[in-house]
């Protein structure tokens, strides 16, 4: 008897927590945009399919495309990099310049900054909201 199972890359709910890892959100905060628990996301990130709306929804507060998600992969994520960093030592039209920090690195501090950033505006839009309660 032959078991069909299907590749590991295309477990939507794994790439969805990757790609929110990557851009610095808590699930609670994904789960708060989208109206739903946190439990809602951590089941939505276990599961391998998902709906077409709900993807859409979590896309677009990823910052992506429903593709973006779909076709994510670390791989991919690598090679870019990989090819950036050999693009920029190729194309040094004669000078000795290379790459003098981590793209990785670049893209973490991005992320942080990112992170910290949406913190503050959540948490204006809570002291707003509580606020316009009080009145």
């Known amino acids: ?17 990757r790609i929110r890892e990557l851009r610095g959100i808590k699930q609670e905060t994904l789960a708060s945009e ?10 939505m990130e276990q599961s391998e399919v998902l709906e077409e709306d709900v993807l859409e929804n979590i896309a677009k507060i990823l910052g992506v495309t429903t593709d ?12 870019y990099f990989n090819t950036f960093n050999q693009s920029v030592s190729s194309s040094n039209f004669g000078h000795n310049n290379t790459c003098t920090f981590n793209p990785l690195d670049k893209l973490m501090e991005l ?3 990112n992170k910290k950033l ?6 204006a ?5 509580e606020f316009l309660k009080g009145k």
Do not use: C, D, W
């Open 125 to 129: 839009e809570r002291e707003k909201n």
């Open 111 to 113: 992320v942080e900054e």
């Open 34 to 43: 989208l109206g739903v628990s946190q439990q809602s996301i951590s089941r």
């Open 118 to 123: 949406y913190e503050r505006l959540l948490l």
């Open 1 to 17: 008897m032959e078991t069909s199972t299907k590749p590991s890359n295309t477990h939507i709910g794994r790439k969805i927590s």
């Open 68 to 79: 973006a998600i779909k076709n994510f992969s670390e791989e991919a994520v690598v090679n």
